[in-house]
């Protein structure tokens, strides 16, 4: 197998990890101002991404460093094409990232308010575009022959990408409040159970939607393949199971379909994009062979790749396991 | 402005900030990680007290370099396209490293800590601090094995089609000037978290208001001694790295000495002030044959002048200029960063000397105490200007030698793009700079006695709400 591939299915599995992990802290985030009213029940949804919301974070980093290292160009391409939208990414997980940590540290009302809505609006921005950015890659955009964007900000926010907004949003929020469900108790669990039923059914809709704008809008149809179409009937597959299990009040198993829809979307996008990786609207796409960077780099790349991954997977599933417990009301709290 | 000023601007904005934050999680990590080394081997509670203090401080800052980190590396890709393109063969690599090597431990195992005091076993937690410490100081080899690459470039070929791809892997690794500007990093770390605990710790004794001020002393004595030591080989790996440059960026050694015409032997310049439209220096105080002899360890040796150089390239790389834009920039860090540390290294060595064998009632002088406080701040004045040097000094090269940095900027970002995420940013940080601040001085107040009282800052200041719930 050519070492293109092996990373490109490497950057699959680091994008899966990222939008798994971070898809249900994005979903806290969003759910907070809703599902927990009183200050110890914010509290409360807080510290159930507290240990392991960092952790996850860095998936995004290191799927981001692996593009760059793997692929100069499809990182280079993407990231100064989508210049605006990732500023407003970034300022989102900045202000995101440092509200999760000083929130509590001050007793005042007006204090904790503040960050909270940094909270939200942190998590919610980022659930929103990479939707939108994935959708447009899919799509296939405006890259003229050296490789550059040269379309407008304003081109991204298109309708067919903005429906896949909404999906990436919608999933995250479903999936978070699946997340939250097994991680809470009291109120703030009945909260997020009326949440959960609520949610199901638009989310569900507003994908199956965007799947059939996908045939239109995207070259889908025709390059249907063997992964692609078990990564679409993961993806609904998985939305219906959850519904089903939400229905059972089976919520452990609702979080795992939740997590197999996001699987089967990046499966999807993935293989239908291979072997491209950004798609041209002007005849100039981009490949894993014109954009990857030499064999010698990829070959050590390889190496340091398969020998860490496997290491940190198993670092991360330890402190899962060291904080299974559910957050009740006499649990102490950090955050 | 144009674009290139724009960005160049946006990274220097964003770097000096990012780099508040990372020195001080270097370091303070490290004193954190021995201060619970000491509570697991002994037993004592003031060990911990003095651990759960100072780690609170840790991630209040941690959380703000963190997530300024992620800026650091969506950068590259979003303003300078052209130069990931060209250098991502080799750039790219180690920063996936420092990824997964690094960022995952770090995260992760901080995460552990923080939740995990009653979780998992003392050992267990003793461990993830260790580990905390350890990936903050190897993502700063990581990082700086990428940036020695753009000050020295080494095991690297240019392909057919243009781009600098790797060849040697351990080249990279092995170039000489990660293992002198590596250590002149972490030691500078280590020393930025020496001072700031020094500093706190010196507002507590001065003040003495808390419940037990044994924890605050045993802190002091503690970063004297570290930082005294972690100061004077800062200084040591500095010099080594001066000496280099002479040899491998003499333009950047000319530039932070504001030299225009070659000496032999060169003096050391104390004071100048240069015109840098007409290339020469206007005044200028120096001390004979310094220069010669801090670059050659010997009083005679020719330090080449920034006209010479510029000649020299011109030959070389063709026409254009190839004298660093901000001379007075170059000079001025140059001199901030060495006197902040001369001064550094005496008040550490003092402060230890004076500090044996007494306690926070008996210790004298009062104003060295006094003057502890403010210098908590020095090491951030050396940190920014030493990269200011680093960095102004290269210019015009992105890489040196390779690239220069108007040819690696991003062709379809505009000057209006710029201007929103610059001053996006600036007011982002400068907000969150100002929060940071306030609450690093109301933690770094906090009594370690555990009943969030905090110790006001003078005998006047109104009374404040407790941390209680909070700590």
Not at chain 1, 188 to 196: A, D, I, S, T, W
Not at chain 2, 67 to 73: A, C
Not at chain 2, 270 to 295: A, H, W, Y
């Amino acid at each position: 197998m050519d070492l293109q591939i092996l990373w490109f299915i490497l950057i699959a599995v680091l994008f899966t990890g990222f939008l798994f992990l971070e898809g249900f802290d994005y979903g806290v985030g969003i759910l907070l101002p809703f599902v927990a009213k009183t200050d110890r029940e914010r509290r409360s949804v807080i510290n159930t991404i507290g240990p392991v919301w960092d952790g996850n974070e860095v998936w995004l980093l290191t799927a981001g460093g692996a593009m760059f290292a793997a692929f100069p160009n499809w990182y280079a391409t993407l990231f100064s094409g989508f210049y605006l939208a990732l500023f407003v990414i970034l300022a989102a997980l900045i202000m995101r990232g440092v509200a999760f940590e000083f929130r509590s540290k001050l007793p005042s009302p007006r204090w904790r308010a503040f960050w909270d809505h940094a909270i939200f609006a942190g998590s919610l921005l980022p659930a929103l575009l990479w939707g939108v950015a994935f959708a447009n890659i899919l799509k296939g955009l405006a890259i003229d022959a050296s490789m550059t964007y040269t379309g407008t900000f304003f081109d991204l926010l298109n309708p067919y990408a903005l429906v896949g907004g909404l999906v990436t949003l919608g999933l995250f929020t479903l999936h978070g409040a699946l997340f939250l469900e097994l991680k809470t108790g009291e109120k703030v669990q009945q909260n997020v159970r009326k949440m959960v039923k609520r949610l199901w059914l638009p989310v569900t809709l507003i994908a199956v939607l965007f799947i059939i704008f996908s045939l239109f809008q995207t070259d889908l149809i025709s390059r249907f393949n063997a992964v692609n179409i078990i990564g679409l009937i993961l993806a609904v597959a998985g939305l219906l199971a959850a519904g089903w299990f939400v229905f059972k009040a089976r919520f452990g198993r609702a979080f795992v379909s939740t997590g197999l829809t996001i699987l089967g979307v990046v499966c999807l996008i993935f293989a239908t994009l291979f072997p491209r990786v950004m798609p041209s609207t002007l005849g100039h796409d981009l490949t894993i062979y014109n954009a990857s960077s030499s064999p010698y780099t990829l070959q050590v790349m390889t190496v340091i790749a398969l020998t860490l991954v496997p290491v940190v997977l198993a670092y991360q599933a330890w402190t899962y396991w060291v904080f299974r417990n559910r957050i009740t009301k006499n649990a102490h709290l950090e955050y | 402005m144009d674009p290139i000023t724009l960005a160049r601007l946006q990274f220097g904005v964003t770097t000096v900030y990012h780099f508040f934050f990372v020195p001080l999680t270097l370091g303070l990590s490290i004193l954190v990680a021995v201060m619970q080394s000491l509570y697991v081997a002994r037993g004592d509670e003031k060990y911990k007290r003095m651990t759960k203090f100072w780690g609170k401080l840790l991630l209040i800052n941690f959380a703000m370099g963190d997530v300024t980190g992620i800026v650091q590396e969506f950068q590259f890709g979003m303003n300078w396209s052209e130069y990931s393109r060209f250098v991502g063969d080799i750039f790219g690599a180690p920063l996936a490293v420092e990824a997964l090597a690094a960022f995952f431990i770090e995260s992760t195992f901080l995460g552990v800590w923080v939740f995990g005091w009653d979780k998992i076993s003392k050992k267990a937690h003793l461990a993830a601090i260790w580990l905390v410490a350890f990936a903050s100081n190897l993502s700063a080899f990581w990082i700086l094995v990428a940036n020695s690459f753009m000050q020295h470039p080494v095991g690297y070929r240019i392909a057919e089609n243009g781009r600098a791809e790797m060849t040697d892997f351990f080249a990279l690794i092995l170039n000489p000037n990660v293992w002198l500007q590596f250590p002149h990093v972490v030691l500078g770390g280590l020393t930025t978290g020496a001072f700031f605990m020094v500093g706190v710790s010196a507002f507590h004794i001065l003040r003495k208001k808390a419940v037990s001020l044994d924890e605050y002393w045993l802190s002091m004595r503690l970063a004297l001694g570290v930082g005294a030591i972690a100061v004077l080989a800062t200084m040591l790996f500095g010099h080594a790295q001066g000496q280099r440059i002479a040899d491998t960026q003499p333009m950047k050694l000319a530039s932070a000495e504001g030299l225009w015409h070659s000496e032999d032997p060169a003096g050391l310049s104390m004071f100048q002030i240069g015109d840098e439209t007409n290339r020469k220096s206007v005044i200028n105080f120096r001390i004979p044959s310094l220069l010669s002899l801090l670059s050659y360890n010997s009083t005679n040796g020719k330090v080449l002048g920034l006209n010479d150089l510029q000649a020299q390239y011109e030959q070389q790389y063709g026409p254009g200029n190839y004298i660093p834009p901000a001379i007075w920039l170059t000079y001025w860090s140059f001199r901030a960063m060495v006197g902040a540390g001369v001064l550094m290294f005496f008040m550490a060595v003092m402060g230890w000397v004076l500090s044996a064998r007494k306690n926070a009632d008996t210790f004298k002088p009062r104003w060295l105490l006094t003057a502890m406080v403010p210098a908590l701040l020095l090491p951030y004045l050396a940190n920014s200007t030493g990269w200011m040097l680093t960095e102004m000094g290269r210019q015009p090269w992105i890489v040196q030698g390779l690239m220069t940095v108007d040819q690696a900027i991003s062709p379809n970002v505009t000057a209006a793009m710029l201007w929103i995420s610059l001053i996006g940013f600036t007011l982002i940080y400068a907000g969150l700079i100002a929060a940071d601040v306030y609450l690093l001085q109301k933690y770094a107040r906090l009594d370690m006695s555990g009943t969030g009282k905090l110790v006001p800052w003078t005998g006047r200041s109104p009374a404040e709400a407790p941390l209680k719930d909070t700590i």
